[in-house]
Nanobody
Framework: QVQVVESGGGLVQPGGSLRLSCVAS????????MGWYRQAPGKQRALVAV???????NYADSVKGRFTISRDNAKNTVYLQMNSLKPEDTAVYYC???????????????WGQGTQVTVSS
């Protein structure tokens, strides 16, 4: 079974930065796309950023220019550098170690436990 663990969330003021990390362990296919989703109260879980094994990335329009996703395939780790944070970025951020965009988020597996990001002054 693949274990997926996120870390790095916390409370930050608007304009601040956070770096999230996600480590996948166990039986892992390094060719999987990995990504970050977020879910705010009363909102659906939505894709924030995804990175393929070759490094090609895609971002939600709301975070382009502010967030950067990267991965270290040797460590089975994906990162999300979040800069210029806004209150609307407040959410639980979930890592997925095998993003499948052909299915809705609730039908996907390989989720981490989530890490809370709160942007507030």
């Amino acid at each position: 079974q693949v274990q997926v663990v996120e870390s790095g969330g916390g409370l930050v003021q608007p304009g601040g930065s956070l770096r999230l990390s996600c480590v996948a362990s166990g039986s892992f296919f390094s060719g999987n796309a990995m990504g970050w989703y977020r879910q705010a109260p009363g909102k659906q879980r939505a894709l924030v950023a995804v990175i393929a094994s070759d490094g090609i990335t895609n971002y939600a329009d709301s975070v382009k220019g502010r967030f950067t996703i990267s991965r270290d395939n040797a460590k089975n780790t994906v990162y999300l550098q979040m800069n210029s944070l806004k209150p609307e970025d407040t959410a639980v951020y979930y890592c997925n170690a095998n993003v499948n965009r052909r299915t809705p988020w609730w039908a996907q597996d390989y989720w981490g436990q989530g890490t809370q990001v709160t942007v507030s002054s």
